[in-house]
Nanobody
Framework: QVQLVESGGGLVQAGGSLRLSCAAS????????MGWFRQAPGKERKFVAA????????YYGDSVKGRFTISRDSAKNTVYLQMNSLKPEDTAVYYC?????????????????????WGQGTQVTVSS
């Protein structure tokens, strides 16, 4: 059974930092892209960041570019999201996702419907 488990969320003041982790189990994702999405109350799920199977290519949503960094450790089957200079508008539940297709790249990775596996989410709250 494939599982993605997020951790690292919490409450932080504006300007602070958090590092989210997503540990996968049940299969390896070393040849698959992975991504992060977020959903604020009453709003639709939005793309945050994605990383290709090799880790060479990364993609970011406009609102987080320059502040967030996605990375992966394929040996640990884990993807990370380093979030710096956090703002109150970053408050949301953050979800990790993995694509079942191999070696996917590009704008394809910005769409939640292209991901097959999802974690349960971790709450990030940024106070002003």
């Amino acid at each position: 059974q494939v599982q993605l488990v997020e951790s690292g969320g919490g409450l932080v003041q504006a300007g602070g930092s958090l590092r989210l982790s997503c540990a996968a189990s049940g299969r390896t994702f070393s040849n698959n892209a992975m991504g992060w999405f977020r959903q604020a109350p009453g709003k639709e799920r939005k793309f945050v960041a994605a990383i290709t199977w090799s880790g060479i290519l990364t993609y970011y949503g406009d609102s987080v570019k320059g502040r967030f960094t996605i990375s992966r450790d394929s040996a640990k089957n884990t993807v990370y999201l380093q979030m710096n200079s956090l703002k109150p508008e970053d408050t949301a539940v953050y979800y990790c996702a993995a694509d079942r297709e191999l070696y996917t790249v590009g704008d394809y990775l910005r769409h939640s419907t292209n991901y097959d596996y999802w974690g349960q989410g971790t709450q990030v709250t940024v106070s002003s």
